[in-house]
């Protein structure tokens, strides 16, 4: 996956990608941490500046709408949920171990 900071755009498979401010902001943030898995709480402090509320489904959201960009048409996944912890942004095909 390409992501050009300065132009907002992202290109996967040389296709490209169209995401809202807030989808570009939650990858790029996530692609700055790539490999470290980040926290609901974390990602809405960074994201939408507001203090976590545990019954918001904010993040989960963002998230499902995001991976369902970058994703869900390709067969290589790199958004991955870690159930109970947050999320992670990486390549965890065998090819790259």
Known sequence: MEIELIKRRVRRGGVRIDLTAQEFALLQLLAER???VLTRTFITSQIWDINF???TNVVDVAVRR????IDSPFDRKLLHTV???GYVLEDKSPATE
Do not use: H
């Open 34 to 36: 790539q490999g470290e």
């Open 53 to 55: 509320d545990s019954d």
């Open 66 to 69: 995001l991976r369902a960009k």
């Open 83 to 85: 159930r109970g912890m």
